[in-house]
């Protein structure tokens, strides 16, 4: 075997080893063994020597690859390994770039790709999902990894984990954290970063994930919430809101005054601000538009509801806090979702059918999902301005105890 530089070939053991000196006037010199080709010994100022491979990739480039230094392997023990190292590239290895390889992938910690799998998935996830999976991703939750190369976590150490949240949190929470962090590996095997590897959290221990709520607000527990928060404040709005639409929380909270209409009278929730990512126009009751148009407005801020520049309504634990202790036993342990659930199920209860419900509430399953969802692509915008109009209705008849008025829908 012959190669580009300057060669000497000799038999390489431990005499001709100790007789070999760097040739005068040169800062590197390679002496080739005679008995193995591509095997040998290279010198370099300042006295260093070390085992050297050379040979031909599958690419046709030609290769080096440092055994070992000859201060830490004899002649004999350096030439079997040379032996190995020649014999994997005979069935195709590439030792070099494979060396190379390994070196990129530590290099890629937990903590470095976390950091670009959420820029990367941060312009298709809600705000609040955004905001979850950097809490789980980048928090005290998987700690232990954030200094391990991707490609170096095993099912042990995310089971670890998951263990670790169980007893620091509790099973939901853990389940919720298995979740996104097997959403972050599935990325990165699309990504082509783990290679020909497996997501570590498959087959790992899945916490049991809490029942699915079933809470109704009976009307006696809605009216005591409605007249608890009043019309006062963000909060009382907010929630007022929320029973009339049955909108999400973020949705209500998030509301800006560039999504109204209110000459129209209309609401329309972007598809960036919406769960399914679909935009949602609602033609918006009297009673619903008489608490928008109660909001102080100002030129300065965009959103209705909240303190901060750059974020709606967000003070939803203390608020809710001071809900309950002001209700004093009036409802049942509740959660701010149950009005939508309490929403949806009302107006089944005075007689809007499902498909309409679904599309008030801009809920993409049941009548919506599947096949129907594919061919029927209306939004039903008059069966759902009249049902919301009912509903708003039925509200306020709870609230007033009496038959309201019924006023017509007018557009101004």
């Known amino acids: 075997m012959r190669f580009p530089g300057v060669f000497v070939n000799m038999r390489l053991d431990l005499k001709t080893i100790a007789a070999t000196i760097l040739p005068k006037g040169k800062t590197d010199h390679i002496v080739w063994d005679d008995e193995l080709p591509g095997f040998g010994l290279r010198l370099r100022a300042g006295g260093h020597r070390s085992w050297i491979v050379q040979y031909r990739s599958s690419d046709r480039h030609t290769r080096r690859a440092t055994i070992a230094a000859v201060a830490k392997l004899g002649p004999a023990n350096a030439r079997q390994a040379a032996r190995k190292l020649l014999a994997k590239v005979a069935l195709g290895h590439d030792p070099q770039e494979e060396k190379a390889s390994k070196r990129r992938q530590a290099a890629q910690t937990f903590h470095s790709v976390v950091e670009a799998y959420l820029a990367a998935k941060r312009p298709e996830l809600r705000p609040v999902s955004y905001r979850i999976a950097k809490l789980y991703l980048t928090g005290p939750y998987f700690e232990p990894l954030h200094s391990l190369g991707v490609t170096a ?94 909108a999400r929380a973020s949705e209500i909270g998030g509301m800006r005054w560039s999504e109204l209409d209110l000459d129209a009278g209309a609401w329309t929730l972007p598809a960036e601000r919406s769960k399914n990512h679909r935009k949602h126009t609602i033609t918006l009751p009297l009673a619903i538009r008489a608490i928008i148009e109660s909001v102080p407005r100002t030129d300065e801020r965009d959103y209705l509801f909240g303190a901060r520049a750059g974020a709606g309504f967000t003070s939803w634990p203390w608020h809710k806090q001071e809900l309950d202790h002001c209700l004093a036993g009036k409802v049942k342990p509740w959660r701010v979702h149950d009005i939508r659930r309490t929403v949806a199920t009302g107006m089944a209860d005075i007689g809007i059918e499902p498909h309409v419900i679904e599309a008030a509430l801009n809920h993409y399953s049941g009548h919506r999902a599947g096949v129907a969802g594919v061919y029927n692509r209306s939004t039903y915008e008059r069966a759902v301005t009249t049902a919301l109009a009912r509903w708003n209705e039925h509200v306020l008849t709870l609230v007033e105890g009496h038959l309201p008025k019924v006023v017509p829908l007018v557009r101004r």
Do not use: M, Q
């Open 153 to 246: 976590i095993t099912r042990a150490d995310v089971a670890s984990c998951i263990r670790s949240i169980v007893r620091k949190h509790s099973a939901p929470t853990a389940a919720a954290a298995r979740r996104a962090l097997s959403a972050f590996f599935a990325w990165t095997i699309a990504d082509g970063l783990l290679g020909s590897g497996s997501n570590p959290v498959g087959g790992s221990h899945r916490p049991d994930d809490p029942k699915p709520r079933d809470h109704v607000l009976a009307p006696a527990e809605l009216v005591a919430i409605w007249n608890a928060v009043g019309c006062d404040d963000d909060y009382g709005r907010v929630i007022r809101l929320l029973v009339l639409t049955g």
